[in-house]
DNA sequence: CGCGAGCTTGATGCCGATCAATGCATGTGG
DNA sequence: CCACATGCATTGATCGGCATCAAGCTCGCG
């Protein structure tokens, strides 16, 4: 319900500023290097809980910086179903399925009210010809999304349910860790549902795995507040649950 | 069993006169552009079925270009559990993987007797750097390998078995039609635990598919050997099969 | 011709889906 | 401030699809 300019907040981002510096973008960059970066990322933009930064079948012009808050993208089959693909936090890109056809094929959801830096692809392009750090940081951000896909690929196709769990709460904790957060501690920014879509599984699988591992003393839950007590033995069950 | 000579044979690639021009690395590039790409990609090297081109963990410095044969890759589990995480054919680049930490992150085996042109990435980057088309273009390949990701990922966490090999199977189709195979016909490179773990099923639930897709006169099955005899059915059961 | 790898088919069991009810927080309006 | 609605989470009972285990079968190849 904003007017267009609220939404569309023409703050400065100053990637040379920003706390995120060395887990986006600009890692690794030299200070003149992100200088020509922050010309690029001029605009920031605030989504509110709920809302989508884009939707598939948008048109794709710009890359997005998460810079507060946590997203969600999913896929939807043309039967409705829908599956999350990721889960994006501070620091993290979203947009990248877009360039390949310029149409975005996946929608983006803010999980709690979130600003993005905006980056528009068409100038990304342009400066990743004269800095080349820029393109070598931006190749290895769209491989390791590659090799994530891997990672959940595998979960998908050969997991059980505990283990999904598992390998799930690790990898948030363990990105979670490096902005700076607790070890051991964590708030879902998502659902029981949106765990389960990204996992594949129901909601209620996910809920009795929450509750298994709380009986076996490997977690503490209260909705969405976890705490792991056994962060071991939680990593035992990775790798373990085999036959 | 092939002295390394002979492995690595210093074949001209000559993209310029590649049949596969136009699925390929220099699709849409100028006949200038793509001499320039004729330079970088010299070699070629040849791989038995069975063979790796890369393996997880080798340290990455060329990507491939499949000229001739099939390939699939594979991540592996810690625990030995693998899951292919695709199938290659001409004109589709392996390596994309090892960008984001210098080393490969699944490996890559030939599924037949195969040919790919060697790309020296390190030159890929500096050539990128001068040829706009030719960074546009590798942009838009690594940004559909990751929306082709977000489909497996779909398929994989909410699709039943049916669902996921007829998916399976029109897409390949999809993609030999592209090369001038027909679309109603396909010899199968990969054996049904590979199709199996592709798509999170055990082998003999793939078989056990196959069967009743030819019971209901969707697909004749002899072997390896599949005729498609009810191309619409097959395209139904995708989008079809959900409650 | 016989061996073996890969494929098919059958019988059985289990994990997670489904259906259903209850519990627990948050928020809203009387 | 309470009554009630709403959305999300938990828990139980039952069901079903795919995994598992176990034979046969097919076809290529030495």
Do not use: W
């Not at 319900?1 to 400065?12: F, I």
């Not at 800095?131 to 951000?141: A, E």
């Amino acid at each position: 319900m904003h007017p267009p300019a609220l939404r569309l907040a023409p703050l400065k981002s100053a990637c040379s500023s920003c706390n995120l510096r060395e887990l986006c973008l600009p890692v690794g960059m030299s200070n003149e290097q992100v200088d020509k970066l922050d010309e690029l990322v001029s605009a920031r933009r605030s989504i509110e809980r709920g809302q989508t930064l884009f939707r598939s079948g948008d048109t794709f012009q710009h890359l997005y910086a998460v810079r507060t808050g946590f997203f969600k993208t999913c896929v939807i089959a043309d039967d409705g179903r829908d599956q999350v693909t990721g889960f994006q936090m501070a620091g993290e890109l979203l947009g990248l399925d877009g360039i390949g056809t310029d149409r975005h094929a996946c929608d983006a959801v803010a999980l709690e009210d979130s600003t993005v830096c905006v980056i528009p692809y068409g100038q990304l392009e342009e400066l990743s010809l004269e800095v080349t750090d820029l393109q070598r940081v931006f190749h290895k951000i769209m491989s390791r999304e590659i090799v994530r896909e891997h990672g959940v690929m595998l979960l998908l196709g050969s997991m059980r349910a505990e283990e999904r769990l598992a390998a799930f709460l690790l990898n948030l904790t363990q990105r979670l860790h490096l902005r700076g957060y607790s070890r051991s501690a964590l708030v879902l920014r998502m659902s029981r549902e949106e765990i389960g879509s990204y996992l594949g599984l129901k909601l209620e699988t996910v809920s009795r795995t929450f509750s298994r591992f709380q009986a076996e003393g490997i977690l503490e839950v209260k909705q969405r507040d976890i705490r792991i007590v056994d962060h071991e033995g939680l990593r035992k069950l990775v790798n373990t649950t085999a036959c």
